[in-house]
């Protein structure tokens, strides 16, 4: 097993120090091999227990987190996503049709016609501009409810991200990029901490795997003691390598966001989530 | 090309003259205590050092495990200033493939000067 952990390392050296060639990975193959990275990491870890984030690598955290999903924190959340939906149902269902059960599974997408990937959170707010009324704010309240809501309807569904074009594959090496290179002062990339060396400590805090990364979002923190978006808890890992946020829903999160959600194809939807 | 090559000799010059500039002669002892506190505190303090978020050291509570413990420093690194530049992150230094240790001093994160003190608090492990 170490050998093959080994193996494994050296494969990440090697394709980061030729990454700034654009296109050169095939996502699948990518894919493929995170996945093989985590089994021969934790064989003892099923592939669909990815979707719990670090509690898979305690079991008295991982007991103490399924008490809380009991009557976890969030209920009242999508109930007021529900609510939020009902109100503007006549423009939510011209965009996303009528049954809420399948909107989720969709996103992100990469849109042929822009060449962008679409997000869910960006997809909600595109619908309610186009038809004159106010965005959401980003991150945060009514957006991340909506988004509760939606999540909660389509639990069980798995992620399904698909590239089949060179524009989305370019969009996918992009995300992968910002992913595996080292930013700010000290030096971190999000590899380090969520490929490298998850399941091990920062101070009290466990290091979650990114496989999985995307499918519980968006999640309810007891820090934040509410909801925020994956684009929120990437400004804030950013924010603590020290390396400068992008914006919420900029190209360069849709894009980290369109790399992470496809490397957890296969996993179960299990959005909202509750978090430390 | 000359741009390219007079950048390499700058950033020689930048890491030789700081090494250069904090060389680690003296040890503890002729430091006295004061050092040793500062350094400690440095090493603690979760805006400086940070070091807990990822090694044990001394009586840090709630270290983490990312990086090796802090222990038998003076055995591992007879030569002070090996443990220096492995905590200011000169190129020799940064050794281990995508390692999360920070180079301390080659990005500002901390003064030669904080260093120092934070190598005679650890040299006393």
């Given at each position: 097993m170490k050998k093959?952990?080994?193996?494994?390392l050296t494969l990440g050296v090697s394709v980061a120090a030729t990454s700034t060639m654009a296109n050169t990975v095939d996502p699948e193959t990518d894919r493929q091999q995170l996945v093989d990275y985590f089994k021969a990491k934790s064989p003892n870890i099923e592939f669909q227990e990815y979707a719990n984030g670090a509690y898979i690598y305690s079991a008295d955290k991982y007991a103490q987190w399924e008490a809380a999903e009991e009557f976890p924190p969030y209920l009242d959340a999508i109930d007021a996503g529900e609510a939020a939906w009902n109100k503007d149902q006549a423009v939510f269902e011209k965009?996303?049709?009528?049954?809420?059960?399948?909107?989720?599974?969709?996103?992100?997408y990469f849109d042929e016609s822009t060449q962008q990937v679409v997000t869910l959170e960006g997809a909600i707010n595109k619908c309610r501009t186009d038809a004159g009324l106010k965005p959401y704010k980003w991150k945060k309240g009514t957006l991340a409810q909506v988004s509760a809501f939606l999540a909660y309807n389509s639990r069980g569904q798995k992620i399904d991200v698909k590239i089949d074009s060179e524009g989305a594959k370019q969009a996918f090496n992009e995300g992968r990029e910002l992913y595996i290179t080292p930013r700010g002062q000290l030096n971190l990339s999000c590899a380090k901490c969520h490929t490298y060396n998850s399941g091990r400590m920062a101070r009290a805090n466990t290091l979650s795997p990114n496989l999985g990364h995307t499918s519980h979002f968006p999640v309810f923190r007891a820090k934040w003691q509410n909801l925020g978006t994956l684009h929120r808890r990437?400004?804030?890992?950013?924010?603590?390598?020290?390396a400068t946020p992008f914006k919420a829903q900029s190209k360069e999160y849709r894009n980290l966001e369109f790399f992470q959600a496809y490397m957890s194809n296969g996993i179960e939807i299990n959005g909202p989530g509750y978090r430390e | 090309?000359?741009?390219?090559?007079m950048k390499k000799l700058l950033t020689a010059l930048a890491i030789s003259?700081?090494?250069?500039?904090?060389?680690?002669?003296s040890n503890a002892a002729d430091k006295g205590a004061?050092?040793?506190e500062e350094g400690k505190k440095l090493a603690f303090s979760r805006s400086k050092g940070n070091c807990l978020a990822c090694h044990m050291a001394g009586d840090g509570a709630m270290p983490g495990n990312i990086g090796p413990a802090l222990i038998a420093m003076k055995?591992?690194?007879?030569?002070?200033?090996?443990?220096f530049d492995k905590i200011w992150g000169t190129p020799e230094a940064q050794n281990v493939p995508n390692s999360m240790m920070p180079p301390f001093g080659q990005n500002?994160?901390?003064?030669?000067?904080e260093i120092s003190k934070i190598v005679d608090y650890i040299y006393t492990l």
């Open positions: 093959t952990l080994l193996i494994a965009c996303f049709g009528s049954d809420v059960s399948k909107i989720r599974p969709q996103y992100p990437y400004g804030g890992c950013h924010k603590n390598m020290r | 090309m000359f741009s390219s090559n003259s700081a090494v250069l500039v904090s060389p680690v002669t004061s050092s040793v055995l591992r690194y007879p030569d002070k200033q090996k443990l500002g994160i901390l003064t030669d000067a």
